[in-house]
C-alpha cells in the first residue's frame, strides 16, 4: 500500500510538471535564466510580453521548483532577480538533449 501510495505522489508530480512545462512562455523564460539572473522587466522586453504576464509565468516557475529568485536594492526601490533553479537547469539540459545543443 505505501508503495502504491508513493507512486501516486510522483506520478501527480510528474503529471503537475508537465503542466507547468506546457507553456512555452515559460520553456522560454527557463532557457532564458539559466545562466543569469533577470529582473521581470528584462524578461518581457526580451520576450515583448508584459510584466504582468511574465511575473505570473515567473511565479508559476518559482512556486514548482523551477526558479529561484532574489531581492535587491534597485534604483526605484526593490527589483526581484530570477534564475532557473538546479532543478530547472536540468530540465534545459533535458530539453537541450532533445535534439542536440539547441541555439536560442
Not at 535564466?33 to 510580453?49: F, G, P, R, V
Not at 512556486?63 to 532574489?70: A, D, I, T, V
Not at 526605484?76 to 532557473?84: A, E, V
Amino acid at each position: 500500500m505505501v508503495e502504491n501510495n508513493s507512486l501516486q505522489i510522483l506520478v501527480k508530480k510528474v503529471t503537475n510538471l508537465g503542466k507547468v512545462l506546457s507553456n512555452q512562455t515559460r520553456i522560454v523564460i527557463l532557457l532564458w535564466c539559466k545562466d543569469k539572473e533577470y529582473m521581470i522587466t528584462e524578461i518581457s522586453e526580451i520576450m515583448n510580453q508584459t510584466e504582468a504576464n511574465i511575473s505570473a509565468q515567473v511565479f508559476i516557475l518559482i512556486k514548482n521548483g523551477l526558479m529561484n529568485f532574489r531581492y535587491t536594492p534597485g534604483n526605484h526601490g526593490i527589483k526581484k532577480l530570477c534564475k532557473t533553479s538546479d532543478l530547472g537547469n536540468q530540465i534545459v539540459s533535458f530539453i537541450n538533449n532533445l535534439n542536440g545543443e539547441l541555439k536560442y
